[in-house]
């Protein structure tokens, strides 16, 4: 692995830790309000994409594709289970914000 994608995925941990606090749109170029589920789409498709890649990544570097580094495989399965977690999580969030609020009485 090279220094620029360390630098580049540095700065993707970043920008995800400034998204998370708050300090920076999540899209950076947002045109108008988007619905719920488009939104909930695109992050389930971006984390679907996120693991067929590192699906990618570990059979090109069992079938011992030079072109293909273990630290490279390893990183993009890592970012394919973080996105995992935090998509359960997420559902977790929603489904108790629903059963908290078909608890409540009238």
Do not use: C, H, W
């Not at 789409?41 to 570097?61: I, P, Y």
């Not at 030079?66 to 993009?76: A, E, F, K, R, Y």
């Amino acid at each position: 692995m090279n220094v620029s994608a360390i630098d580049a995925l540095l700065a993707q941990m970043r920008a995800a830790v400034a998204v998370a606090e708050g300090k920076a749109p999540m899209t950076p170029a947002a045109s108008g309000p988007q619905d719920f589920s488009s939104a909930l789409k695109s992050a389930l498709d971006q984390v679907a994409q996120t693991q067929n890649q590192a699906t990618s990544l570990e059979n090109r570097f069992a079938a011992g594709d030079p072109q293909v580094s273990l630290s490279d495989t390893m990183i993009s399965m890592q970012k394919a289970t973080i996105a995992l977690q935090a998509t359960v999580q997420a559902r977790d969030r929603v489904v108790s914000a629903y059963n908290d609020i078909m608890n409540m009485q009238i």
